[in-house]
């Protein structure tokens, strides 16, 4: 489960990257809020993760 979800968030990032961080919607984005709160605070699910939420900060910045 773990392993992937890991490579879900990498999906998820690709998909972020190719459309912009513009384009995702915000339903998505409090989805991608609530599953950060889910995941060990120290596993590279949620470093990955924070990363994918950093890039759609930044959009919204």
């Keep these: 489960m773990h392993f ?8 998820v990032g690709a998909v ?12 998505t984005v409090r989805r ?7 995941v ?5 699910r949620a470093r990955t993760l924070r990363g994918v939420l950093a890039r759609l900060d930044h959009d919204a910045a």
């Design 4 to 11: 992937n979800q890991y490579w879900a968030i990498h999906a």
């Design 16 to 27: 972020v990257d190719a459309i912009g961080p513009g384009h995702v919607d915000v339903a």
């Design 32 to 38: 991608l809020r609530r599953g950060f709160s889910e």
């Design 40 to 44: 060990p605070e120290d596993s590279d």
